[in-house]
């Protein structure tokens, strides 16, 4: 079972970029589907972004669609979420998750989770 940390998470202004990265241990990263999903204070758990194991497939929420891009490296162990166009909506803790199950945009299919990385965004 792989285990995930991630890192980039920060403060930052209206309209800037951020990119989180989600390193993985264990030699059987490329068998997961990875996914980030944020928490808001006092909301729910909300699924961001998705990608295959093979890379083939990546999903999204419409909320983010068009501003953050989900990419994987398999050599590397590493998963990104690159977030541009920020909206003090954003702001959230954003969690890497791990699965091997279907469907990957949900988020009780996933087992692994990392401990997150806080996004803040001022408008």
């Known amino acids: 079972q792989v285990q995930l940390v991630e890192s980039g998470g920060g403060l930052v202004q209206a309209g800037g970029s951020l990119r989180l990265s989600c390193a993985a241990s264990g030699r059987t990263f490329s068998t997961y589907a990875m996914g980030w999903f944020r928490q808001a204070p006092g909301k729910e758990r909300e699924f961001v972004a998705a990608?295959?194991?093979?890379?083939?497939?990546?999903y999204y929420a419409d909320s983010v669609k068009g501003r953050f891009t989900i990419s994987r490296d398999n050599a590397k162990n590493m998963v990104y979420l690159q977030l541009n166009s920020l909206k003090p909506e954003d702001t959230a803790v954003y969690y890497c998750a791990a699965t091997r199950k279907l469907p990957i945009i949900l988020g009780p299919s996933y087992d692994v989770w990392g401990q997150g990385t806080q996004v803040t965004v001022s408008s």
């Open positions: 990608i295959s194991w093979s890379v083939a497939s990546t």
